[in-house]
């Protein structure tokens, strides 16, 4: 049997971070998927997004379960693109090619890819912000100062870029460790704003704002639609982790657990301490930088602080880098390595200006969640509906990595697929160009979706036999370095 080696040198489409995954990296067991669901929930971005609902009107009830629904909802997409990684041990730019084509691919893959940048500089510059609050705390005078907030941000996309440098393990690694140190520490700031605030009762009062059903439902709807956005990119390339697993079990029964638990358990959190602050300096305080910077105990503050810096620096890592890392690898395979694409999601990401993306609530939920998740929500849609309604989970593993196989299509473009994202993403989006079309952009990842998803069904059923299915899965001995599909 060929070597992966070999497979990688005899094929463009190729190289060792695109290649299958073989038995001796299928590493990650239930808990490493719990761990990453809860690592990568328990941050600064998630704090502030349940805030954002107490700040738009809403009491802590509805809040929680706008939430709790909106992760509900993803997790379907999430479960189903996951299934192809675990079992075929391929990456999200590979399973791509099923659908798009193999040159094709490099359309939803760069969508993704663009999305996950300006993800990196977000978390970037809120990590950047945590140093320069930490650093306020030791030294006080340099409070406020640009140059110490924009000499930590530059510090802080070092870090990540070294933990980039050392791949795909350190992420495993980092993500086992910092999952229940993150949870014992956000514990502690929830019981810490329960005492300075007096007891559960003084926090959560504040009140709804809506004083009509309809009201409520113009708010809860695009509310709803910014929490299925804000997993909508790893909807997509869940297949990068989950190709590491240990079994299909073990990536179903930790995504199904953790995503929804930690995402629920620490949106409270964020809601209940943003509600405390009410109580304790009088207004809302939705950043926890800007919360934690408030408190006179210097050692305490110092703490939570750290605890906001690895939080940040997991779901920067596991998140924003490995699947742009991928997609921009999947552009030139031979030239460009993991490496080498978390180098370029790096720079990318500081051009993309996250303090801009950042500067308003309205700019952070209303604009980046929801507009990109008119992006996403199409490709989504065409993926689950190319693997599970036209290929029924059968996949040709041997030619997603070679030209001029079932997933040619029409030179390595599969114009189908292309039609149905235009059109997905077109309804999702005319919404902000037509103002009497406003609702389809407030439901822009659910019309997307289902838009893309039904086109694309039909396109292809009257589509020539070309991209035909393999009668059984792909096995190790047509697919080199691969192991065969064992679940």
Partial sequence: MLTPATHTAASSLSNDDLAPTTAAHRTWGTYNYIALWFSMSMEITTYMLASSLIAGGMNWLQAVATILLGNLIVLVPMLLNAHAGARYGIPFPVFVRASFGTRGAQVPAML???????????QSWLGGQAIAAMIAVLWPPTAGSPTILWASFLAFWLLNMAVVWNGVESIR???GFSAPFMLVMSLALLAYMHHKAGGFGPMLAAPSHFTST???????????TAMVGYWATLSLNIPDFTRYSKSQESQIVG???????????????????TSASIAIFGTAIWSPIELIGRFHQPVVAFIALIALLVATLNVNIGANVVSPSNDFSNLAPRLISFRTGGLITGF????MMPWKLMATFGSYVFGWLVGYSGLLGPVAGIMVADYFLIRRTRLDLYSLYHRGGPYEYTRGINPRALIALAAGVFAALIGLA????RFLYDYAWFVGFFLAAALYFGLMLTAPQTGSLPSEPCSDSAMPG?????Y
Avoid: E
Wanted: glycine letters at 10%; proline letters at 9%.
């Fill in 112 to 122: 993704r890819a663009i999305v996950a940048c300006g993800w990196f500089g977000i």
């Fill in 173 to 175: 690694f980092l993500q």
């Fill in 214 to 224: 309809a009201g409520f439902l113009h708010f809860f709807f695009p509310s709803l």
């Fill in 255 to 273: 995504q199904a657990f953790g995503l929804p638990v930690a995402m629920t358990l620490y949106s409270f959190i964020g809601i209940a301490c």
């Fill in 348 to 351: 990318l990401g500081l051009a």
């Fill in 434 to 437: 037509v103002p009497t079309l």
């Fill in 482 to 486: 691969a192991v065969a599909p064992p």
